[in-house]
């Protein structure tokens, strides 16, 4: 994962997104920290780390490659039904993916921190007429 001096900005709007949730506690932001934060709400904490990535469209076990270091530090915390262990990337555009982190696996939230609806892959259709249409708007812009 990158390294180097604090994320400002993706602080600031994991900040809001966190308050969004429930009752927000901040660590300082230290090299050798586990969580960025915690969020208490009724029934539930989630430790979360928030990192950041390149690009946003990604599999999860490239993110599980790639952020090895980040999982094996939250996957250090107990897990239960009530403790949520979250991992939260972004991209150097402000945008976010959400991650709770299980024992082997990875399972992706929504921004409430609900679990997301499996979603059947989508695939790209290469039909000419359509890309055709496409450049044609794209050169007339």
């Not at 920290?33 to 990535?53: D, N, P």
């Not at 915390?77 to 993916?97: D, H, N």
Request: positive net charge; proline residues 6%.
């Amino acid at each position: 994962m990158v390294r180097g001096r604090q994320p400002q900005i993706a602080l600031s709007e994991a900040k809001h997104i966190a308050e969004k949730r429930g009752e927000a506690r901040y660590f300082r932001h230290e090299p050798d920290m586990i969580c960025s934060f915690v969020i208490y709400m009724m029934g539930l904490v989630a430790h979360v780390r928030i990192c950041r990535v390149e690009r946003i469209r990604f599999t999860t076990d490239w993110l599980e490659r790639e952020a090895a270091e980040d999982l094996a530090a939250l996957r250090f915390i107990a897990s239960s039904p009530e403790i949520s262990r979250e991992l939260w990337v972004y991209t150097p555009k402000g945008t976010f993916r959400f991650f709770r982190v299980l024992a082997g696996s990875l399972a992706e939230l929504d921004r409430s921190g609900q679990l997301m609806p499996d979603q059947p892959p989508r695939h790209r259709t290469k039909n000419p007429v359509t890309r055709n249409l496409r450049r044609a708007h794209r050169d007339l812009s």
